[in-house]
């Protein structure tokens, strides 16, 4: 198996508090991992210290992406990699369509220009997947989309990035049943298409019925407390987390 990230002994902290405490996990290439917890476990803080969002800092322990250390990389670089992270609550950005910023993101990873019909042509096919409406395609970005409609906005980006590294955050969050299968679809797609890695941050699990997931993580103030294959987040699922709190 090929590393593609890992974290030793990873501390963060927000404004001098100290959210995680040596958090080490491996994720292999091509596989599908699921980080899980309650809410303020410090499921979003690690996925954003990976990210390199500026909001935390890392006090302690290294990110390693492909065997490179990048604990000290900005988070562009670290897109420019090929790392993607997908936000809990998308933000509205007016005055740019949600095509024009796919097409700039693109642009800005990959540092090549797109031509504007080969462009077109992907996104619409992309948007098919989704089964959203052509029309979003000229809208602006979030502004006045429902909250379902951001979070295929957000799996529309991940099908367009084509990223080595997905970092789902909540991303089944106040959908219905039928959006959680739209999005697995996607998801699905992006597997089959890219073969990229997953990690999909979650305390519902809702997602995961759709899903093959290779490895669960439970994290609790901070920690991983217990590790498994997918059939622990299943029992998670159907359980809840209380029988794991508390271990070490």
Do not use: W
Not at 225 to 233: I, K, M, P, W, Y
């Amino acid at each position: 198996m090929s590393i593609l990230l890992e974290t030793k002994g990873l501390t963060a902290a927000a404004e001098d508090k100290e959210l995680l405490h040596g958090v080490d996990i491996v994720i292999g290439e091509g596989e599908t991992h699921v980080l899980m917890g309650q809410n303020g476990a410090g499921k979003s803080t690690f996925g954003c210290t990976v990210m390199g969002s500026p909001e935390y800092t890392v006090t302690g322990g290294k990110i390693l992406f492909d065997g490179e250390d990048i604990t000290s990389e900005t988070a562009d670089k670290r897109a420019r990699r090929g790392m993607f992270l997908s936000f809990q609550n998308p933000v509205e950005i007016p005055g740019i369509t949600l095509s024009e910023f796919l097409r700039n993101a693109i642009e800005q990873q990959t540092g090549k220009r797109i031509k504007l019909f080969e462009h077109k042509k992907n996104l619409a096919k992309a948007m098919e997947v989704l089964g959203m409406d052509s029309s979003y395609a000229d809208r602006e970005l979030n502004v006045g989309f429902s909250g379902g409609e951001k979070k295929k906005a957000e799996i529309l980006q991940l099908l367009m990035l084509r990223p080595r590294l997905a970092i789902l955050d909540e991303t089944d969050s106040g959908l219905d049943v039928d959006a959680v299968k739209t999005v697995s679809k996607g998801i699905e797609e992006y597997r089959k298409s890219v073969g990229g890695t997953l990690l999909i941050i979650t305390h519902n699990a809702k997602i995961l019925e759709e899903l093959r997931v290779d490895r669960t993580h439970i994290l609790s103030n901070g920690r991983i407390v217990r590790e498994g294959d997918g059939s622990l987040a299943l029992d998670v699922l159907a359980n809840g987390f209380e029988k794991y709190l508390g271990e070490v």
